[in-house]
């Protein structure tokens, strides 16, 4: 081979291989993965966990332009997705793990960009974004937004790959896992007190506890949710002399059973007024009522004259008195001091609320 022919068959080499490596230069772009974000829902330690959906979107952010040395956001290509339509539930079968003074439940929403071509290196922006909660109690991150930064670079043999993708709150750009959401619950205690030289400690007395709708924008909760229902009053009632209600209806009452569970009243029986007997030093504790619910407790009347009294503290209730009766003798109320400024018996009803957030 001479030398002419030898530098021809060299250039169509090299023309050769130059074809053959210019797709790879100019490849079409890059097809993207996934990224997972964690969805939080935290509570009080003796709340359950609310029924409740929280939903997301997923769009395109915002281009930014480049500052401070910082590589300019490109707005991100159409395709990316939500798995499962961008809705994350929560349930009462859901299982809590410790979360400092609080417990929680944790999930995971995907974004998929595996529909998303990139074309070419740069950075590329997507926004997740919370739907407002419609659910009594329940609220959403403070922070609705997150960013979903994907960074492509060239693999430095003319290919394109995802260097690193990163989410950032919206507000402030901080480095983020997912949204944390909050169920906020109250606590309400009804408690019974008698003082009084001739008050029954024994004697039953009926109180009504309502909880109101909630206020308006809000959506209702099911009448079947369950609400639980502890405190010192008797589950099995005992008629006593000083009491008028039946013990049948007394024990209907206060045995709280739900389909077979005790322990519980559903929404139905507080909404159309839950009736529960207690005693002297018993209470009735219903937990997990939504925060924006209002609620009533009432006390049948008895045969006594209702006066406001201070318990003690911020703790207030009613009282009940009645004449002493005349021609009791020394001998059966001692001293005579007694007779004279004694009191037939004083009823209390003391209601507590307490927010928990």
């Known amino acids: 081979m001479n030398g002419k022919k030898w530098i021809s068959a060299l250039t169509v080499c090299v023309l050769v291989l130059f074809l053959t490596a210019a797709p790879t230069a100019l490849a079409d772009g890059v097809t993207g993965g996934t990224v997972n974000l964690k969805i939080a829902l935290l509570m009080d330690q003796q709340a359950a966990v609310p029924d409740v959906t929280f939903s997301y979107t997923l769009a395109p952010g915002e281009p930014v332009p480049s500052s401070g040395g910082e590589l300019p956001i490109q707005s991100g290509p159409a395709g990316a997705t939500l798995q499962g339509s961008g809705n994350v539930t929560f349930s009462s079968g859901d299982t809590t793990v410790e979360a400092g003074a609080k417990k929680g439940v944790e999930k995971t929403l995907t974004a998929d960009f595996s529909g998303v071509t990139f074309p070419d290196t740069g950075v590329y922006r997507y926004v997740v974004t919370a739907a407002p909660s419609t659910v009594a109690g329940v609220e959403i991150d403070a922070d609705d937004k997150r960013y979903i930064d994907i960074a492509i ?205």
């Open 153 to 357: 670079e060239n693999n430095g043999s003319g290919a394109l790959q995802i260097a690193s993708t990163v989410v950032r709150r919206a507000s402030d750009s901080a480095k983020s896992e997912g949204f944390t959401n909050y169920c906020s619950t109250n606590v309400l205690t009804v408690a019974k007190q008698v003082i009084g030289n001739q008050a029954s400690k024994k004697k039953y007395f009926q109180f009504t506890v309502t909880v109101l709708p909630p206020r308006t924008g809000v959506t209702e909760i099911s009448d079947e949710t369950r609400f639980p229902v502890t405190g010192s009053f008797d589950r099995s009632v005992n008629k006593t002399s000083a009491t008028v209600y039946e013990a049948d209806v007394m024990n209907a009452a206060n045995a709280v059973t739900v389909d077979g569970e005790n322990g519980y009243v559903t929404y139905a029986q507080l909404k159309a007024g839950k009736v529960f007997y207690l005693r002297h030093g018993q209470t009735v504790v219903i937990s997990d009522i939504p925060a924006d619910y209002g609620y009533s407790v009432t006390e049948a009347p008895e045969d006594y004259t209702l006066t406001a009294v201070q318990v003690s503290g911020d703790q207030t209730g009613y009282s009940r008195s009645a004449p002493v009766p005349t021609g009791v003798t020394i001998a059966i109320v001692v001293p005579a001091l007694l007779v004279l400024g004694g009191v037939i018996g004083v009823g209390t009803i003391v209601v507590r609320r307490n927010k928990r957030s």
